[in-house]
């Protein structure tokens, strides 16, 4: 044998292995065996030994032969089993065999067993070649097959008469036909009869001469009738005595290469009419210097025919008539022919004044074609181009006035970030004259990692960047502060695409910034408000009401918020009643006194001591907070609010609250705190009122109704300071507000809904306090960005107001109120019933009232334009109820604004 033989041994007698081995090596067999004698290591050595042969006893302790062999026909049925035993009934051997071993072997007689190894190797060896000889042919088959089917092309195969016996499917593809269909018929079954009449003689001679046949050209009909065309290719084919049986061949569909012929022959005849006809100025030349055609295009233009100038010479002579101008011009042109010629290539163009035969002068590039006859010349009249060059330089010297007018600040760089240009904003801004800027470096100027990563991200994506209110510090004006700036970088790119420079564009909104801070501030404020408001509603007692008024605040946004109330006893004691926040041992080690005292002349002991609210704006600079600045800076507490409680006129507390940044209580936030505050003190006397005279049910009703009011009140008061920035808008929206409510009531609408209504309309515009106010009032048209800017008040009027929690969804209306059924609203685009009803009525309401008050951009329209607007947009802007509702206030109850 060529390699050794891997033998598995299962056997569980060391002496009878050893025997059984010694009888392999004496005939010869090369061989490497392991013995195993339980399940677990036959199993193992199945999966590592790898047999190529397995001898087995019959019966082991824990184990036996039958078991053994059928595992292995079961998992390894290719790997003979012999069994090896020492006694062996009949019966048991019959079972063995019919199980699948390969034979049996008795241990007194183990002569037998190397030609009982050989035998059942020979006959193992003979199953795997029989095997591997029909895989082989299934493979090659399916090879044949797959090669066959995946082909475009038509293989078949006719006999001695010429009909087909085998097709490829590709047929269906060609004709139309099945495989199926065409076995039976012939080559001219598929032919036309003036076709198959023709080729017939032909395939007959060359048939008899059992010729190939060569890329015989064909017309064919398909299934469908239409006309195909094949080029047919094949190989004769003979029996085994050397008989001509038939053609073996292939046919390719040339359809589209004869209509590609046909085409080209038809363009050949098109040609001169294209050539006469294109919108083009040409003209052809042979080698002699005769002017063989003009096309209609060039006569147009110039005016000559070949008439007027049959030669070369007659054509410089009419078209330069100026000598000097002629000479170069006629030298220019021979010279790159002559050179076109010599290199194969086109005519180099080149820029001439041609004079017409009316004697005007046109401005022409001229180029053209050599070709062996002659030249093929190009005109090109590029007149108007210079003219619109000249303007286009005209149009540059506006946008450099534009470039340096506009307010944005524009900043032209390259790809290194040199400065190119800048416009005067941006020196402006920067405090430097626009000549200083050219050639520095943007960030040795203005050393900045972050924006410096910025920047070299889009030079090597060539994606723009856009990011709004970027803080900055100018490095050598450090008394500037922070400025906030929202910031456009934009790739400028060359003809391969690449970014070789940057235009940065640049508008400070450090004020819009402050004023987002100063509304976040009191949007915090309104939560606290709020939250309070519901605690105030739902106190049940003292002790609770305390409680869940701190946590109102810091739940508002506040990072500490107690109550004190003052003690009458002689150290004049302020004792904490409630805490919420981080800090309670900050407050319990406070030691408050509200005598003037050290310890009393703090913000609060001031307030209980004076009864008027007291503000700490920045504990590291206010020296009353000497006593608990370190403290309090461990806290992380920045500035503080006290608010004195009162009762009939008497301080008996205060309420502090505490914020983590410096001068976080304005005027509008210390308004809305004390007010907070003054309901608090009502609350604690109303439930001290309850518990004397039991009236606490009818009492809590008025008291939630009036906090209520104070809601609202504070909401119009936070309308009206929108409305004090636009002067032009004042009473805008207790306008809209008045006749949203008056279409709701005409509408049947219910009393509450009627007065949510009005509510929302007091303040749909509230988010305009995003929008600078240099844009709300400014005269002549909006820009695009600026209305886009105007566009955000909708959203911005939502993220005031989604926090506070009014029993109506008035955020909601809010922010939908510029929405239009068809979708083309904003900010959400919503369409129909997804809008809801309120905002579809202020919707109305906003654009009459809009339409008939003066802007800063226009005159008022007027009332009547306002109402035909509304008619006419009526089920596509507007719900078509609610405009009917506004059409009747004002053309049948006389409706006026007051």
Known sequence: MDKELRILLLEDTLSDAELEQHELRKAGIAFIAKRVETRESFVEALKTFQPDIILSDYKLPNFDGMTALKMVRHDYPEVPVIMVT?????????????????????????????????????????????KAAEKALRESEAK??????????????????????????????????????????????????????????????????????RLLENANLHKDGRTVFLETSGTPFVDAQGIFRGYRGIDRDITDRKAAEA????????????????????????????????????????????DDVPTLDEWWLKAYPDETYRHWAQGNWNDAVAKAEKEGADVQSAEYNVTCKNGSERIVIIGGHPF?????????????????????????????????????????????????????????????????FPGKNHFQLYPHAENEAIFHKVVQTGEPFTISAKPFEFPEHPEWGVSYWDWTLHPLKASDDSVD???????????????????????????ALNAGNHALVHGENEKSLLENMCRATTEGGYVLSWVGYALQDEQKSIVPMAVSGEGKAYVEALNLTWDDLPLGRGPTGTAIRTGQTQIAHDFKNDPRMDPWREAATKYGYASSIALPLKENGQVFGTLTIYAA????????????????????AFGVKALRVRQERDLAMGQDRKHIAQLQDNLEDTVRAIAAIVEMRDPYTAGHQARVADLAAAIGRQMGLPDEQVHAIHL???????????????????????????????????????????????????????????????????????????????????????????????????????????????????????????????????REKKFSFG
């Open 144 to 213: 044949f097959r797959a090669l066959v089917e995946s082909t475009s092309d038509w293989i078949w195969e006719i006999n001695e008469q010429g009909v087909y016996t085998y097709s490829s499917p590709q047929v269906h593809e060609m004709l139309g036909y099945t495989a199926v269909e065409i076995i039976g018929k012939t080559h001219f079954d598929l032919m036309p009869p003036n076709e198959a009449a023709r080729l017939k003689a032909a395939f007959s001679s060359i048939a008899d001469g059992s010729k190939p046949l």
């Open 372 to 436: 062996e006859g002659g030249v093929l010349a190009i005109f090109n009249d590029i007149t108007e181009r210079k003219r619109a060059e000249e303007a286009l330089h005209e149009s540059g010297r506006i946008l450099e006035r534009i470039f340096n007018s506009t307010y944005f600040c524009v900043v032209y760089l390259d790809r290194d970030f040199n400065f190119i240009r800048v416009n005067r904003a941006y020196a402006k801004a920067c405090g430097y004259p626009p000549e200083y």
């Open 661 to 680: 940044e410096p001068g976080a209580f304005g005027p509008d936030q210390v308004a809305l705190l004390e007010e907070m505050a003054d309901d608090l």
């Open 86 to 130: 020492g006694a062996l009934a009949d019966i048991e051997a019959v079972e063995l065999l019919h199980a699948g071993a390969k034979d049996y072997v008795l241990k007194d007689r183990l002569a037998r067993l190397a030609p009982a190894v050989q035998r059942a190797l020979s006959a193992e060896q003979g199953v795997r070649a029989r």
């Open 501 to 527: 420079a940057l235009l940065f564009v640049l508008q400070d909104v450090t004020e819009r910034k402050h004023s987002e801070a100063e509304l976040l501030r009191l949007n915090r404020t309104l939560r």
């Open 760 to 890: 929302a309309g007091v303040v749909h515009d509230l988010g305009k306090i995003r929008v600078p106010s240099e844009i709300l009032s400014k005269p002549g048209k909006i820009s695009d960005i600026e209305f886009s800017l105007i566009k955000t008040h909708a959203q911005a009027g939502y993220d005031i107001l989604k926090e506070i929690n009014f029993v109506w969804p008035i955020a909601q209306m809010v922010l939908q109120h510029h929405e239009r059924l068809d979708g083309s609203g904003y900010p959400q685009g919503l369409k129909g019933d997804a809008i809801l009803l309120e905002a579809r009525i202020l919707a109305v309401a906003d654009v009459v009232e809009a339409m008939y008050s003066h802007r800063p951009y226009r005159a008022g329209l007027g009332l009547e334009s306002a109402l035909v607007e509304i008619t006419k947009r009526r089920d596509i802007y507007y719900d078509p109820q609610t405009v009917d509702a506004c059409l009747t206030l004002f």
């Open 263 to 306: 085409a080209l022959r038809k363009s050949e005849q098109k040609f001169m009419q294209l050539f006469m006809e294109v919108p083009v100025s040409l003209g052809v030349t042979n080698k002699e210097g005769i002017i063989t055609y003009f096309n209609q295009k060039f006569t147009e233009v110039f005016g000559y025919t070949i």
